[in-house]
Antibody
Framework: QVQLVQSGAEVKKPGASVRVSCKASGYTFTGDDINWVRQATGQGLEWMGWMNPSSGNIGYAQKLYGRFSLTRNTSINTAYMDLSSLTAEDTAVYYC?????????WGQGTLVTVSS | DIQLTQSPSFLSASVGDRVTITCRASQGINYYLAWYQQKAGKVPMLLIYASSTLQSGVPSRFSGSGSGTDFTLTISNLQPEDVATYYCQKYDSAPLNFGPGTKVDIK
């Protein structure tokens, strides 16, 4: 069955960077986009960006410009999300989701806490 | 950027009721709209895509309609397990924004 398994929770200091991984199985990794969505505690869903694992093409929310990077390693079916210059406002659960546009399957979520 | 609004933001209904949630886009998005259900502390789950196509395994009491700027999610025969927050999402082009959510509770 399709699975997206994300890396574990992270605690970071303000100004630091974080990398969240998303390992896919049960489908052809290069066949669908990977989207990244985050959710602060008690808040709604915020779309961050997408990547086409086959071409490497990406798109992302303008508010993250300059701090946000998406990469992938197709040999191990894994997508990565990097976010730099972290602030307390980046504290959230980060999700990867498979699908062309909409999120067909979701990872379990990774809690990133930014605190001094 | 195209923004999505949802109404109501909260609704409380009785078991067996028919409930309708509206999602409105600030510009036309054709039929490129999805609906998700998120139960407390859980991962979002896709209910409907392409405005009205029910995702496999989703109960038939859920239905979606609309195109352009106005969309609806209907739950007929509301069940206790439907208590959740429901989000719409546009996916015609980036940014793939979500609506702010509608929280559904049982009276």
């Amino acid at each position: 069955q399709v699975q997206l398994v994300q890396s574990g929770a992270e605690v970071k200091k303000p100004g630091a960077s974080v990398r969240v991984s998303c390992k896919a199985s049960g489908y052809t990794f290069t066949g669908d986009d990977i989207n990244w969505v985050r959710q602060a505690t008690g808040q709604g869903l915020e779309w961050m960006g997408w990547m086409n694992p086959s071409s490497g093409n990406i798109g992302y929310a303008q508010k993250l410009y300059g701090r946000f990077s998406l990469t992938r390693n197709t040999s191990i079916n894994t997508a990565y999300m990097d976010l730099s210059s972290l602030t307390a406002e980046d504290t959230a659960v980060y999700y990867c989701a498979r699908g062309v546009g909409y999120g067909l399957n979701w990872g379990q979520g990774t809690l990133v806490t930014v605190s001094s | 950027d195209i923004q999505l609004t949802q109404s109501p933001s909260f609704l409380s209904a009785s078991v067996g009721d028919r409930v309708t949630i509206t999602c409105r886009a600030s510009q036309g998005i054709n039929y490129y709209l999805a609906w998700y259900q998120q139960k407390a502390g859980k991962v979002p789950m896709l209910l409907i895509y392409a405005s009205s196509t029910l995702q496999s395994g989703v109960p038939s009491r859920f239905s979606g309609s609309g195109s352009g700027t106005d969309f609806t999610l209907t739950i007929s025969n509301l069940q206790p397990e439907d208590v959740a927050t429901y989000y719409c999402q546009k996916y015609d082009s980036a940014p793939l924004n979500f609506g702010p959510g509608t929280k559904v509770d049982i009276k």
